[in-house]
Nanobody, 119 residues
Framework: QVQLVESGGGLVQPGGSLRLSCTAS????????MGWYRQAPGKERDLVAT???????SYTDSVKGRFTISRDSAKNTVYLQMNSLKPEDTAVYFC?????????????WGQGTQVTVSS
């Protein structure tokens, strides 16, 4: 079994910052691409950012220049540093990872962490 556990969400004022973390835990696995998605009320879950095993990153246009995704492969952890937060960034943020275990590559999800940007 592999689990993704997220932390770092909360309430922040517009213009503020938050840092999300997500750690994969379990036995006998390898982590490939890791990423963050978000889902606002009444909307679909959308991709925010990804970081590949080699370190290359990609971002959705709305967060470019404000959010930074990074990973610590030794700790199987991915981070999302969110700066200059806007009310429209309010959503539940989900961690995602492509994980190889016992010969099977599949996508895993965290439980989600709420980010609320409001004054």
């Amino acid at each position: 079994q592999v689990q993704l556990v997220e932390s770092g969400g909360g309430l922040v004022q517009p213009g503020g910052s938050l840092r999300l973390s997500c750690t994969a835990s379990g036995t006998s696995f390898s982590v490939y691409t890791m990423g963050w998605y978000r889902q606002a009320p009444g909307k679909e879950r959308d991709l925010v950012a990804t970081v590949a095993r080699g370190g290359s990153t990609s971002y959705t246009d709305s967060v470019k220049g404000r959010f930074t995704i990074s990973r610590d492969s030794a700790k199987n952890t991915v981070y999302l540093q969110m700066n200059s937060l806007k009310p429209e960034d309010t959503a539940v943020y989900f961690c995602n990872a492509d994980i190889l275990r016992v010969g099977n590559l599949r996508s895993y999800w965290g439980q989600g962490t709420q980010v609320t940007v409001s004054s």
